[in-house]
């Protein structure tokens, strides 16, 4: 088995994971920065072939030279690299001479890179499956998980001291904590593993979340760091929100400047489109997953639920354990969820109750394949009616059966007043809660309603990078019943 090399001190690791993630954005900026180019050229009525040539050849290259610097964010570098072959060749049979020699060679050139990036790309995947199995035959199921957790590049050797207790859940703990190499405060979210056969699938969880958490990144994200992984225990380290999270903020009650909710909505958007843009849906959007930075920045954390989906809307990267793609997905509230357990062919439900769609109660799997993102979109409009109310959606009806029925029949949560939310955010709402997937709008839709152009009028938002938001202290973190489940 074939481990990346990683340098033995901590602060060196973390400045080649720097160089690692800028050097992934700078790829993906010149890339996306071709198309650009060509439009604005056409745009003005200009023609000059040749730099648009030049472009796209320096563009793959460099994309191609990148794929190298970090594995991890190998597989959406390729996929970016697959469309731009595309639109090279595209360029050259739509806007070239087919009578000109340059036209000839563009094309050739174009041809190869296209039949490279595209064929024999799961060749590799394959013969590193099958060794990997060879090499760990013979090995338990837990050892071999642990094995493979260990093995991947994300785990790091930080030097840390553990701080003040932020929350605990099933599997464990999470913790303040201080990055002793670079002096930054952070989250570090503690998996105890006490039973050997539940190792596996906690490991795999692991790997889910790590896999969609180390290829993002957005202000309006909660950034990742890394993995520790002991025999016992494996530590996650994340970025620390000394603000708490959205639901702690609204046990005081709902928030009364409509101003600030159209902020906090606009952030909430910005960073679903990003997501989606990735292929990436985040599936359990509620208050006690978005966490506020010390400088009042909505985070999206907990992707523990969340599934990578491809184009053609196929789930490539499963991020439920318990649910596979292509199947319908029974609906168990938690209260029955662990009795339903001992049913082998039981699958669970994503998300929670109050905030899901028609669709995902319904089971509705031909809808969620083509618009997969609409169920995120659903849970961001019960996010912000809860903002305006300072009540959860369907919060008149006494059990969760009596909710998913009400979702089920197409039923929508009740609209705040008039006096709660103006009649521009109640329109924002209606749209958000279109029982139709197909017909509901998209986060980079949603960005251009009125509601939202109004406050981007107003603000200009700059978040901070997210390594600038560990420099609070330890003391400063906040407590709560909601807020303690936030990074589990």
């Known amino acids: 088995m074939t481990i990346e090399q990683r340098a033995n001190l901590g602060r060196v690791n973390v400045e080649l994971n720097k160089i690692k993630k800028i050097s992934f954005k700078l790829s993906m900026t010149i890339m996306d920065s071709v198309a650009i180019i060509r439009n604005q050229l056409k745009e003005r009525g200009v023609e000059n072939h040749d730099l648009i040539q030049a472009c796209y050849a320096f563009a793959t290259e460099f994309g191609k030279r990148s794929s190298n610097v970090d594995p991890n964010r190998r597989a959406m570098n390729t996929a970016r690299l697959v469309e731009l072959s595309l639109d090279w060749v595209s360029f050259i049979c739509d806007d070239c001479d087919a009578a000109d020699r340059k036209t000839f060679k563009w094309a050739v050139s174009a041809l190869e890179f296209a039949m490279a990036i595209t064929s024999n790309r799961r060749v590799d995947e394959d013969a590193k499956r099958q060794a990997l199995g060879r090499v760990l035959e013979g090995s338990n199921e837990a050892d071999r998980s642990l094995a493979v957790l260990s093995s991947s590049a994300t785990n790091v050797t930080l030097r840390w001291q553990q701080g003040q207790f932020i929350g605990g859940g099933t599997f464990g703990s999470v913790y303040a904590a201080i990055n002793l190499d670079s002096n930054y405060l952070m989250a570090v979210k503690e998996i105890r593993l006490q039973d050997p056969q539940l190792i596996p699938k906690i490991a795999q969880q692991i790997r889910d979340e790590m896999g969609v958490l180390e290829v993002l990144d957005h202000p309006n994200i909660v950034s990742y760091h890394g993995i520790e992984v002991h025999r016992d225990k494996v530590y996650i380290f994340m970025e620390y929100c000394s603000g708490g999270s959205l639901a702690s903020l609204l046990e005081h009650g709902r928030v009364e400047d409509e101003t600030v909710i159209m902020v906090y909505a606009l952030q909430l958007l910005e960073g679903l489109a990003y997501l989606h843009q990735a292929g990436i849906v985040h599936r359990d959007i509620k208050p006690e997953n978005i966490l506020l930075d010390h400088n009042g920045i909505i985070k999206y954390v907990d992707f523990g639920a969340a599934k990578i989906i491809a184009r053609q809307g196929r789930t490539v990267v499963p991020m439920d354990a318990f649910a596979s793609a292509g199947h319908k997905e029974a609906i168990v509230p938690k209260d029955a969820q662990i009795a339903n357990q001992r049913g082998k062919n039981q699958k669970t439900m994503t998300g929670t109750p109050m905030y899901m769609s028609p669709e995902v109660i319904r089971g509705d799997s031909n809808k969620l394949i083509h618009r997969q993102g609409a169920v995120d979109i659903w849970s961001l409009g019960c996010v912000i009616l809860e903002m305006a109310t300072g009540r959860r959606p369907w919060s008149a009806l006494d059990n969760e059966w009596a909710i998913m029925y009400n979702i089920a029949q197409g039923n929508q949560p009740q609209l705040p007043t008039h006096d709660q939310l103006s009649d521009m955010g109640i329109d924002f709402l209606r749209r958000c809660f279109e029982c139709d997937p197909l017909k509901r709008p998209t986060a980079a839709e949603l960005l251009q309603h009125e509601w ?37």
């Not at 603000?459 to 990078?465: A, G, K, S």
């Not at 906040?478 to 303690?484: A, I, L, V």
Request: glycine share 6%.
């Open 452 to 488: 939202i152009v109004s406050i981007r009028q107003q603000v200009v938002l700059e978040p901070p990078t997210p390594s600038s938001d560990h420099s609070g202290s330890i003391s400063s973190s906040t407590s709560g019943s909601r807020q303690n489940s936030t990074y589990l």
